[in-house]
Nanobody
Framework: VQLQASGGGSVQAGGSLRLSCAASGSTFSGNSVTWFRQAPGKERIFVASILWSGDRTYYADFAKGRFTISRDNAKNTVYLQMNTLKPDDTAVYYC?????????????????WGRGTQVTVSS
């Protein structure tokens, strides 16, 4: 599975962005798909996760109420809608997929990664 993350950009605090993670070469079937982010000088951390074949979603505490993860089966794409963005949300956002328990927060557990998309939020 090849993953392509897109949708990043520069916005002011309070703005919104929608990130996309498109799969090619195969489908997300049987996988959990997760967004991570990594700020400069910091570890890659869990943001949100969704099981491709189910409705359960999982969020980091900082994402609850502001971010929404969703999927489009027909397009084989997972989205991360990010609202009320804050400067602390500035990071490179990565999507990952793997046959892991949904909500798994440990990056090495994932088999497939996209290249990342930069999100910059200015105050």
């Amino acid at each position: 599975v090849q993953l392509q993350a897109s949708g990043g950009g520069s916005v002011q605090a309070g703005g919104s962005l929608r990130l996309s993670c498109a799969a090619s070469g195969s489908t997300f079937s049987g996988n959990s798909v997760t967004w991570f982010r990594q700020a400069p000088g910091k570890e890659r951390i869990f943001v949100a996760s969704i099981l491709w074949s189910g409705d359960r979603t999982y969020y980091a505490d900082f994402a609850k109420g502001r971010f929404t993860i969703s999927r489009d089966n027909a397009k084989n794409t997972v989205y991360l809608q990010m609202n009320t963005l804050k400067p602390d949300d500035t990071a490179v956002y990565y999507c990952a997929a793997g046959t892991v328990v949904p909500g798994t927060k440990d990056p090495p557990r994932y088999d497939y990664w996209g290249r990342g998309t930069q999100v910059t939020v200015s105050s």
